[in-house]
Antibody
Framework: EVQLVESGGGLVQPGGSLRLSCSAS????????MHWVRQAPGKGLEYVSA????????YYADSVKGRFTISRDNSKNTLYLQMSSLRAEDTAVYYC????????????????WGQGTLVTVSS | DVVMTQSPLSLPVTLGQPASISCRSS???????????LNWFQQRPGQSPRRLIY???NRDSGVPDRFSGSGSGTDFTLKISRVEAEDVGVYYC??????????FGGGTKVEIK
């Protein structure tokens, strides 16, 4: 059974930092691209970041570029999102999402989502 | 970026009646590999999104056959043949053809009349 379990969310002051983790199981983690998608309270889904299966390729939405860093440790089956210079508008539930495999690794997938972790940026 | 436009925003439906959600993209979603990377997701209240349909019309495992996806090019539709109480929630379309980025529609809220 595929499982994605996020952790690391919480309350942080504007300008602060937080690292989210996503522990994956039930599939060959190292073969799949992975994504982060967020959802502000009462709002729709916003694509945040993605990483290829070997970590060699990454993508960031303009809204987080230069502030967030996506990474993965395939030996630990874990995905990360390092967030810094946090702003009030980053407040959201952050979902870890399983991607696809080559050749359409980034285009497809999104077949499994974690339960999400809430990040609240407020003073 | 490709813009995904869903309609309607809200869809009140009588139990047992059909429902239809439209999704239009600002560009054709036909990829050079011949596939059309258009997915549909369901988000029930208080839950994470769940993929229902991938590549326009392929139902995910465990998805009831009352859900169906269709369309081509820039126009796509998710249909529920007979709405049940458990279908209440928000439905999103999403394109992957023109990654990066993946882009989502704004969502359609399905509720029971």
């Amino acid at each position: 059974e595929v499982q994605l379990v996020e952790s690391g969310g919480g309350l942080v002051q504007p300008g602060g930092s937080l690292r989210l983790s996503c522990s994956a199981s039930g599939f060959t983690f190292s073969s799949y691209a992975m994504h982060w998608v967020r959802q502000a309270p009462g709002k729709g889904l916003e694509y945040v970041s993605a990483i290829s299966s070997n970590g060699g390729s990454t993508y960031y939405a303009d809204s987080v570029k230069g502030r967030f860093t996506i990474s993965r440790d395939n030996s630990k089956n874990t995905l990360y999102l390092q967030m810094s210079s946090l702003r009030a508008e980053d407040t959201a539930v952050y979902y870890c999402v399983k991607g696809g495999v080559v050749p359409a690794a980034m285009l497809g997938g999104l077949d499994y989502w974690g339960q999400g972790t809430l990040v609240t940026v407020s003073s | 970026d490709v813009v995904m436009t869903q309609s309607p925003l809200s869809l009140p439906v009588t139990l047992g009646q059909p429902a239809s959600i439209s999704c239009r993209s600002s560009q054709s979603l036909v990829h050079s590999d011949g596939n059309t990377y258009l997915n549909w997701f369901q988000q029930r209240p208080g839950q994470s999104p769940r993929r229902l349909i991938y590549k326009v019309s392929n139902r995910d495992s465990g998805v009831p056959d009352r859900f169906s996806g269709s369309g081509s090019g820039t126009d796509f539709t998710l249909k529920i043949s007979r709405v049940e109480a458990e279908d209440v929630g928000v439905y999103y379309c999403m394109q992957g053809t023109h990654w990066p980025p993946l882009t989502f529609g704004g969502g359609t809220k399905v509720e029971i009349k």
